[in-house]
């Protein structure tokens, strides 16, 4: 039979739920509005064009609704939680808590009374005026209900046929070099003959122009030099458009300028002098003061500014963004001064202001794992910034750990016949130290061009150990080194290789409880017999998350793992035999993983307003293990559930498969790991009030193997655990719940309720339970607490 659980009855569960209901709903929206006012509600905005063949109204209405002020109280599914936050703890002390919730969470009620409608109007008609609607008007209605103290608005804009280019042109009978330039770029205009009026598309014209002209030596050129001349006289609603330079240009802005001398200040500060000494003339640069801070040929692998070249903004912005990547410097800037001896030429000043070039770090944590094991954790950071002046990472962590397991399915009971271990005051403790090196550049035999990137590339270097004492059970020794390599050829792309990935995984001091459990399972001790892992991992990142005034953007990561390949090509070549299950190829006496895994995570995101975004989540992987090993390595092995999973199971509590975990298995929580992943989240994220942020979401997973696992007598060790096409849904781990997040910028604290709705390790008919919820925590049914820092996804 299934183990149960104590039940931990909720008392006072829903005083919190009736208490937002009273606060949201209890009070009047209008406690605070005068007697002679009423609380401004809402709006509405609509274009009335019937001869207008743009067919913009829909677009026009939006745009006209932005201009709107001030803007009704915040309202969510028609509640105004701020408006009823301000009116609850309304007080007009101008200090004390009441104060601080009212004002830091609250929101005063926006009456009828300071909305000045003639004044709106007047910007909207503007607006119209601007999209090339030069017969407009713009009308209001206010709607007042007396009795609850409430109005409303109601703008209507009346519009024709648009105006709509007809000629398009550039005053280029000037012989100077600046009209030439201006004409090549005509293909790309912005300006259509036949497309309406807009004079925003007129002013993305002349910053279309500055840009090219700027990537063409015109450094002193400006948008506002040029001036668009509208003729709306032509008739038939037409426009003459006429572009010219102002005649108040200097000589300056119209001629192209190259680039003389380049001087690179490598260790400035605010007050130095600009006095040029102790200069080094390094590959054409003038490089001040010297090469004690850094040295001159890895600063120059991030200066694209090259004398004799013509100026270019691009070339300058990609300079600042290359040099701002390296870790030795805090701030970076340009200037140009024109050359007094040469006309035509300006004289570049890069300054680098260095960061503070050594830190330590201390932090208290609170360490939760994925196995259910949580306690208080420690962690000292050293970092240098520019270890061998070259403005290389040394980043050296110490990690320290206590912890105890709070929770989760299948602790068990101790096997029959096996003396139960001995309780120690900490049931478990970690200890590992791990240094990085971060080069900026790529560090390779071969010769390799310089990157015309934006973003620094590096080479990484890794070395490691960790000591994991799980007391009275076994103890486990971690060493890692790698090598690899990060670039982005583009703001949206990343590429992680790391070639040489080693480590080695060492079992010691092992109890007779867990001998037992091991001799019991010779998959679970495939997986923690001491073996190396010696292989390379590749990943690749396509992400569009920085772009955020877009409505949809996506993250993908796509991650291949591999060990033992070349090792075994290698002993394959030299003669070695095959390997078996009993005689298994080894390196210094122990053997060497071998497998291939892939992984990928698929998120996409909905922005739904200005703070409301629905997401969604697909992670899928599958490892497979073969040659030298019979199993993956149990931590290379995928696991389901916890915080930033199926929220409604605990950590590492589901799969494989529908394998039930008997419950006089003892320390089960190692066995809950497979082969094969695969998990979506759906997610929508709304705000509440202030910081405060909730979420609705849906989970859905599991985890298989893509062998079925026999003992010694042929039968399923782990029945059900094995993947099947035809019964994976109905095999998933499926929860929903709700959250609440306190969102202060730098860091977020998450909550997340989870209640399960679909049970995968119950027979078959049994494993929908949301019928069964109660409301309690515990047990198969009840609900799970995730509380975490940051986003799930």
Known sequence: MRKTYPRI?????????????????????TKTVPADDALFIGYSVKVEGKNDSSKRSAELETELSATVRPEPNTSILGLRPKLAIYNAFYTEKEKGLKHWIMTKLGEPPVLISQVDTGSVSQVMSNRLHNRGYFNNTVGSTTEVDTTKKKATINWTARVGEPYRLRNIKYTLEDSLQVHKAIKQTQETSL??????????????????????????????????????SADTTVGDRQVDVLMRIKNIASSQALQPFALDDIFIFANYSLGDSLAVRDTIDFQGY????????????????????????????????????????????????IDYQPDTANSGKLDAFVFLTPALKKSLRAEA???????????????VSFRNRNTFRGSEVLNVEFTGSFESQVGGRGTGEVPEGVEPPKKSGIPSYELGVQTTLAIPRIVSPFNLRNLRTEFV?????????????????????????????????????????????????????TTLAFDTLLARNPYLRSSFENQFIVGGIYQMTYTTQMYKDRSSNVFDRITLDMSGNVVSGFQSATGKPKPTQQEPRVLYKDRYAQYVML???????????????????????????????????????????????????????????????????????????????????????????????????????????????????????????????????????????????????????????????????????????????????????????????????
């Open 365 to 379: 944590q609170m360490v939760t794992k994925s196995n259910n094991f949580a306690g208080p954790g420690l962690k």
């Open 191 to 228: 300006l259509k003959s036949g497309e309406p009026y807009d004079l925003s598309v007129m002013t993305d014209e002349r910053l279309r122009i500055d840009g090219v002209l700027k990537n063409e030596g015109y450094y002193y050129f400006s948008p506002d030099l040029l001036i668009f």
């Open 457 to 509: 590339p590096q080479t990484r270097i890794g070395l490691g150990f960790n000591f994991l004492s799980r007391s009275d059970f076994y103890q486990l020794n971690s060493y890692n080194a790698t090598y690899g390599y990060t670039w982005r050829p583009k703001e949206t792309l990343t590429f992680d290789a790391t070639p040489i990935n080693l480590q080695y995984v060492r079992l010691a001091n």
């Open 9 to 29: 009855r909720m008392k006072h569960a829903c005083t919190l739920p009736l208490l937002l209901f009273w606060l949201l709903t209890g009070c009047s929206v």
């Open 286 to 333: 003038h490089y001040i003061p010297n090469e004690e801070y850094l040295k001159a040929r890895h600063l120059l692998d991030g200066v694209f500014l090259e004398q004799d070249s013509l100026y270019t903004r691009e070339n300058h912005l990609l300079t600042i963004k290359r040099l701002s990547g390296l870790a030795a410097y805090k701030f970076v800037n």
């Open 599 to 793: 992984d990928n995570d698929f998120r996409h995101y909905l922005n739904l307003g200005t703070e409301s975004q629905l997401v969604w989540r697909l992670a899928t992987g599958v490892g497979y293990s073969y040659g030298n090993s019979r199993t993956m390595p149990y931590v290379k092995q995928f696991s389901i559930g916890g915080p930033n999973s199926v929220r409604a199971f605990r950590a590492r509590s589901i799969g494989p498969g529908t394998y039930n975990i008997p419950d006089d298995q003892l320390f089960s929580y190692f066995d809950q790991v497979g082969d094969i992943r695969l998990e979506t989240n759906l997610e929508y994220r709304f705000p509440i009030a202030g910081f405060f942020k909730g979420a609705v979401f849906a989970d859905a997973g599991n985890i298989w193997n893509v062998r079925e696992v026999l003992d010694e007598k042929g039968e399923p060790l782990k029945p059900g655990a094995k993947f099947e096409a035809k019964d994976f849904l109905s095999e998933l781990a499926v929860g929903t719940g709700v959250g609440l997040r306190i969102d202060v910028e730098f860091f977020v604290i998450r909550l997340d309720l989870g209640i399960p709705v679909q049970v995968p390790f119950l027979p078959k008919g049994e494993r929908l339970v949301l019928d069964k919820f109660n409301g309690s925590f515990g047990g198969d049914y009840g609900m799970v607490l995730n509380i975490a820092i940051g986003y799930p996804f």
